[in-house]
T-cell receptor
Framework: GQNIDQPTEMTATEGAIVQINCTYQ??????LFWYQQHAGEAPTFLSY????GLEEKGRFSSFLSRSKGYSYLLLKELQMKDSASYLC?????????????FGTGTKLQVIP | DAEITQSPRHKITETGRQVTLACHQT?????MFWYRQDLGHGLRLIHY???????NKGEVSDGYSVSRSNTEDLPLTLESAASSQTSVYFC???????????FGDGTRLSIL
């Protein structure tokens, strides 16, 4: 089985930078996804990491350390529309890594 | 544009009734998934399929079934609805494990 941990809630100020952490324990690792989910909507894909290091995509960046079982999502220049839940998902070795296990998500509130 | 659609978007039913939720994707993806999302639990996998005639149980499969007769559709059936199955249900599809999942808009199911 897999164990994925994320903080439940975070609050940050508009214009600031926030880092959302995800730690995982798994019998095998082959990639980690980050999704954004606004309240009442479906999750949408943000990033995918399979190798160590930082992947930058506009205001959003994602980092992975396989040796530490750790990833984070970095959101810069926060906007009110970034208020959402952020889901970390790790590819599941059971069944050939075709499915993922989701963390419970981090609800981010951006305040003025 | 390719898409994944779920129906109905909202449903209210009574305990003991059989309920079927539809999921249809035009991505031509082999992988399809059903999740339920509840407060405090995040997205939990109910059933999944890697192709026509292939179905597999996820972590919360009791009381649910699926069938895959073609590439486009993966209907989810609740054999005898229980109040504990009140939830938001998401269907998703992916091309492969290293590609992101595309989610439908969800079905909010209430069982009274």
């Amino acid at each position: 089985g897999q164990n994925i941990d994320q903080p439940t809630e975070m609050t940050a100020t508009e214009g600031a930078i926030v880092q959302i952490n995800c730690t995982y324990q798994t019998s095998g690792f082959n990639g980690l996804f980050w999704y954004q989910q606004h309240a009442g909507e479906a999750p949408t894909f943000l990033s995918y990491n399979v190798l160590d290091g930082l992947e930058e995509k506009g205001r959003f960046s994602s980092f992975l350390s396989r040796s530490k079982g750790y990833s984070y999502l970095l959101l810069k220049e926060l906007q009110m529309k970034d208020s959402a839940s952020y889901l970390c998902a790790v590819r599941d070795p059971d069944g050939g890594y075709q499915k993922v296990t989701f963390g419970t998500g981090t609800k981010l509130q951006v305040i003025p | 544009d390719a898409e994944i659609t779920q129906s109905p978007r909202h449903k209210i039913t009574e305990t003991g009734r059989q309920v079927t939720l539809a999921c249809h994707q035009t991505w031509n993806h082999n992988n399809m998934f059903w999740y339920r999302q509840d407060l405090g639990h995040g997205l939990r996998l109910i059933h999944y399929s890697y192709g026509v005639q292939d179905t597999n149980k996820g972590e919360v499969s009791d009381g649910y079934s699926v069938s895959r007769s073609n590439t486009e559709d993966l209907p989810l059936t609740l054999e005898s609805a229980a109040s504990s199955q009140t939830s938001v249900y998401f269907c998703a599809s992916s091309e492969s494990g290293n590609q992101p999942q595309h989610f439908g808009d969800g079905t909010r199911l209430s069982i009274l």
